[in-house]
């Protein structure tokens, strides 16, 4: 069956470390792979969007790596900042289904001052 | 610049009420509209998506209805809600000429139905 998988359990790092989250999908071959920021109470907000063809993607301190042969996303924050604790969901464009993003559940991130 | 009004932020709703959302995007001409639910670790479920005015996509067979009256305006609507009908309603829109393009998302209106 197809899924998309991100890191269930909350995510605890300390100010000024790299944060890594996860995002695995198994039987998709996404053209493109988003990822989103989410507050509590507010709606998901866009931050990077990475296509198939591309290895790495960067903004200011995000980064995103796309592994098609390991069918796996890594979204990295460097430096990161107690105003960087929210919710990160990964969403996957795959043109065969229908033309819909498909959403993980989310990772939540816990960035400690 | 884009932005989407969706309202109201919060509502609570006997059973068997009727219930009308509404989102409306600015700065922008014939978008993608869709409303999504979000529930506990359930993730985002697509409800209903529109490529054009009257055009309406369901998703997830329910007692909801949306109708998209102009290009700009989408309603989520119920004739009379069910308990499970609870849950966190998201209206989003992204530019309509290419796939995959990110969706920018209302704020939600968070729903429970007593």
């Known amino acids: 069956s197809q899924k998309i998988e991100q890191n269930s359990e909350a995510l605890n790092i300390q100010e000024g470390k790299t944060a890594t989250l996860t995002c695995n999908y198994t039987?998709?071959?996404?053209?493109?792979l988003q990822w989103y920021r989410q507050d509590p109470g507010r709606g998901p907000v866009f931050l990077l969007l990475?296509?198939?063809n591309e290895k790495e993607k960067r903004k200011e301190r995000l980064k995103v790596t796309f592994d098609t042969t390991l069918k796996q996303s890594l979204f990295h924050i460097t430096a990161s900042q107690p105003a960087d604790s929210a919710t990160y969901l990964c969403?996957?464009?795959?043109?065969?289904?229908?033309?819909?993003?498909?959403w993980g559940l989310g990772t939540s991130l816990a960035v400690n001052p | 610049s884009q932005t989407i009004h969706q309202w109201p932020a919060t509502l609570v709703q006997p059973v068997g009420s009727p219930l009308s959302l509404e989102c409306t995007v600015e700065?922008?001409?014939?978008?993608?509209l869709y409303w999504y639910r979000q529930a506990a670790g359930r993730g985002l479920q697509l409800l209903f998506y529109?490529?054009?005015?009257?055009?309406i996509s369901s998703e997830v067979p329910q007692n909801l209805s949306a109708s998209r009256p102009q290009d700009r305006q989408f309603i989520l609507s119920s004739k009379k809600l069910l308990l499970s009908d609870s849950g966190f309603y998201l209206c989003?829109?992204?530019?309509?000429?290419?796939?995959?393009?990110?969706?920018?998302f209302g704020n939600g209106t968070r729903l429970t139905v007593t």
């Open positions: 700065g922008t001409s014939n978008p993608n």
């Open positions: 529109s490529v054009g005015i009257g055009q």
């Open positions: 990475i296509r198939e």
């Open positions: 989003a829109w992204s530019p309509g000429h290419a796939g995959g393009s990110p969706l920018h």
């Open positions: 969403a996957l464009y795959n043109a065969g289904n229908n033309r819909k993003l498909i």
């Open positions: 039987n998709y071959s996404p053209a493109y």
